[in-house]
């Protein structure tokens, strides 16, 4: 059973390299050119000097943009005059870059930091003019690192003026910052991509678990829907004969303690209408929620999936894919930013990612519910927990 499912993911992860271009012909076309990910100053001798755009308070955030400070230390762009310090968000931690980075190579531009409040649509537009302004009088800035959905959505729309990195969007293409995995459509934007992220995700829960009715919640909105990763959930469920039951709970625009209320409240409507749960990206669903949500589905005896991760599974919730260390993709992000200060457009460089396929399992929340993992799941794990919280 699971065999199968490996050999699938294993097979994408030959997705994770630069296609072999084709010309219009058919016949393969010149290899791409390489650019080099060494240290380099702007050719006037001066610094680089980066900006930074993220959608709101998200914990993933700032721990995304540490490990793409990580990935250029690696590479010799910096150094740090100690270690970061935890629990910042990601304002303090562009703060706190700005002040103790050290290099000769790349500046993190204090005042160069945009975001829309806390997830509030209505601030959206005034941002983008914000940055826009800043482009066109000062242009004193030449690369944009941009965190979250609406981060790469809003730098997409102007454009983007200048070289624009996008991290942690749930899905880049169905969100319309990327044009297809293998072309951002914009010569000044590069996005993460990992073809098929979420459709594995689902497969492999029916797999272990076959459920015929699978809940979800999200917001009702074109950004809900792709944090949910609704289409691949609804792909998936064509494909393999099981029904989704929706529950729309409001996030943005709103305190994010009304947004975990609305989240909660739907997968408790849900608890009684489905046999499994796919525990999708929602800002109510935070480090200290998703606890609060581990024991109401365990209390109903409901399988759950986290779209999220291995710490979800960590706190309570069954099963997950377990991701990569955050390291790599912070390595991938710096790697792109060092090739585009050594003379590649954004575009011309891949944008695909593949996770390893490894399990993450709570055994814990196993025994609560009464599911017995199958032997070879067990085997397969690679990331096991005893007890739920």
């Not at 954004?346 to 490894?358: E, G, Y």
Request: glycine content about 8%.
């Amino acid at each position: 059973m699971i065999s199968r499912y490996f050999a699938a993911a294993l097979l994408a992860l030959g997705l994770s390299g630069v296609p072999q271009a084709q010309a219009a012909d058919g016949t393969s076309a010149a290899p791409p050119q390489v650019f080099m990910t060494s240290p380099t100053s702007k050719p006037d001798g001066t610094r680089w000097r980066l900006g930074y755009v993220e959608s709101g308070e998200y914990s993933e955030y700032p721990r995304t943009l540490g490990a793409i400070v990580g990935g250029l230390q690696r590479l010799g762009w910096l150094g740090l005059s100690e270690d970061i310090p935890t629990g910042m968000t990601g304002r303090e931690l562009w703060s706190w870059l700005s002040r103790n980075a050290r290099s000769s190579q790349l500046e993190f531009v204090e005042d160069a930091w945009w975001q829309p409040g806390d997830f509030d649509a209505d601030k959206r537009a005034p941002m983008r003019e914000a940055i826009m302004h800043r482009l066109d009088q000062k242009k004193d800035i030449d690369l944009i690192i941009a965190m979250g959905t609406w981060a790469g959505q809003d730098m997409r729309a102007l454009g983007p003026p200048i070289p624009t990195i996008v991290g942690s969007a749930s899905d880049p293409i169905a969100a319309k910052i990327s044009d297809s995995a293998a072309d951002s459509g914009r010569d000044n934007l590069h996005a993460r991509i990992e073809p098929d992220r979420y459709q594995r995700q689902v497969r492999l829960f029916h797999e272990i678990v076959p459920f015929k009715k699978l809940g979800i919640v999200y917001e009702d909105s074109d950004a809900g829907r792709s944090y949910a990763a609704v289409a691949a959930v609804e792909q998936v469920a064509e494909e393999l004969g099981f029904s989704v039951e929706h529950c729309h709970a409001q996030s943005n625009s709103i305190a994010t303690e009304a947004a975990t209320e609305n989240a909660l409240n739907c997968y408790r409507q849900l608890s009684s209408k489905v046999d499994a749960a796919y525990v999708t990206l929602h800002r109510g669903i935070t480090s200290t929620s998703i606890k609060d949500l581990a024991h109401l589905l365990e209390k109903a005896k409901i399988p759950s999936f986290s779209m999220a991760g291995s710490q979800e599974v960590e706190q309570g919730i069954l099963l997950s894919l377990a991701q990569a260390d955050v390291s790599y993709v912070g390595l991938f992000h710096a790697e792109t930013i060092a090739r585009i200060f050594n003379g590649a457009k954004p575009r011309q460089l891949s944008q695909l990612w593949v996770d390893p396929p490894k399990i993450a399992l709570n055994l814990g929340t196993a025994r609560i519910i009464g599911f017995d993992p199958p032997v070879d799941i067990l085997l397969a794990a690679d990331e096991v927990y005893e007890k739920a919280p």
